[in-house]
Every structure is written in C-alpha cells, then in structure tokens.
C-alpha cells in the first residue's frame, strides 16, 4: 500500500555536499537521457505530475528526492523509502558544462551512497544497453552497488518481441556481478510491469 499513498518532493540536490542526511533506504533510477526515469517514477506512484517529464532529453538535472508523505522525518517517523529520480546520461539538450556536471554528480552518487540499496537502470526498450549504459553497469559493478535492468517503453515495440529482448538482455549483463539476475520489462504508458517493479523495489529496500 506503500505506492497508493501521497508522494512528495522533498529535495532537489545539485552537488554532493546537498545531500540530505543518510536516512531511510534509497532507491535510485538511472539511464540515458529520456529513457523514461522521471515517469516511470510517476507510474509507480500513480501521480501523473510529480516528477517533471519532457519530450525534451536533459529535463531532469538534479538528485531528485521522493518519499510517500505523512513522516515528520522527526526522531523514528522516518519515510521508508525514498525513490530518487536522476538526470540521464549521455545526449542531452543542454549547455556542456551543465551536462558535466550532472553527470558527475550521477556517477559520484552511484558509487558513493551508503544508503543507496538498489539503482533501477532504465533502456529503452527500441535501442538496448549502449555503450554509455556499459560504463555505467561497469561503475555499479566496481563499486559493488546492487542494480537492476528495467526496459522502458515496451508499448513501442511488438510485444511478440518482449520476452526474446528479455533473453537477450539477460545474456548481456548474466557475467556481471552486481545485476540482479532478472530484467524486468515495463510501459509507463500502459501501466505495463509495474507491480512487478514495486514488489521488487519494496524487497530491495527492506534487504
Ligand atoms: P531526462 O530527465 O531528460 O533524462 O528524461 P527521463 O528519462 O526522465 O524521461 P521522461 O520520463 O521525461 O520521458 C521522456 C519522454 O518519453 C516523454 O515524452 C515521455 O512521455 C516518454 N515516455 C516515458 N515513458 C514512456 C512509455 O512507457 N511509453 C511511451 N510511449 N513513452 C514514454
Ligand atoms: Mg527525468
């Protein structure tokens, strides 16, 4: 019942040091520009403008911080859970110096976070893992950061061709150490994979 509650947005953070301060299990979504992070998120939670989307790739350009509502965050009335949707990887429509950043930030968050119990990495499910999202699984590797593969926007292709992109996906990422050993295939715009997604992200926050 976790993901029928009120969401909110507590924090926008644009560096490392607005971090808030280590609480509750995080769990964060990665992936390429556009790839559908931002809603996704909203799916999830069934709140259509919560995080912000775009046609647009580069929308999203801080650690952005969501947690269901009705905690004070006083004492032990801490939120169990926070969901953090994150700016992408790779094109964006957006000054250079900007996209640096982000993506500085992006990576030192992912190989940096104590709290951070599961990353989410998003591909679209019409292009695949690409070289980007690669370097990207090779850092989690590293940095021994749990993550799972989670196709978005299966409602673009045949859904004929869902569980062989599955398969395939799986023998591309079956020798890495730090995946989880099963990829999940979703539609925000259909509603498509989402429980199995909140199931998995509700283990993932309590392991
Ligand atoms: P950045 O914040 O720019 O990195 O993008 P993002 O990964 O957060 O993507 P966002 O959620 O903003 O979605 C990008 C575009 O893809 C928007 O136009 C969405 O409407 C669209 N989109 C997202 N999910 C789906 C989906 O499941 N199906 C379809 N058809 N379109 C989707
Ligand atoms: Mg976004």
Do not use: C
């Amino acid at each position: 019942e976790l993901f029928t509650q009120a969401w909110i947005f507590i924090r926008g953070v644009p560096a490392m040091k607005f971090l808030p301060p280590e609480g509750p299990p995080e769990i964060a979504f990665a992936g390429r520009s556009n790839v559908g992070k931002s809603s996704l998120i909203n799916a999830l939670v069934n709140q259509k403008g919560l995080a912000r989307t775009s046609n647009t790739p580069g929308r999203t350009q801080e650690l952005n911080y969501f947690v269901p509502g009705g905690f004070s965050g006083e004492g032990t009335d801490l939120p169990p859970m926070a969901l953090v949707d994150m700016p992408g990887y790779g094109y964006a429509s957006a000054p250079k110096e900007k996209v640096d950043d982000w993506t500085k930030l992006v990576f030192d968050y992912l190989k940096g976070r104590v709290t951070l119990k599961r990353v989410y990495v998003l591909i679209d499910a019409r292009h695949g893992i690409k070289a980007k999202d690669d370097e990207v699984l090779s850092l989690l590797d590293k940095a021994a950061v749990s993550y799972q593969i989670v196709l978005t926007k299966t409602d673009k292709i045949k859904a004929a061709g869902v569980p062989r992109l599955i398969e395939e996906t799986l023998q591309k990422i079956k020798k890495r150490p730090a995946a989880f050993p099963f990829v999940l295939a979703t539609s925000s715009e259909k509603s498509e994979g989402l429980d199995e997604l909140r199931a998995a992200i509700v283990l993932a926050a309590n392991g």
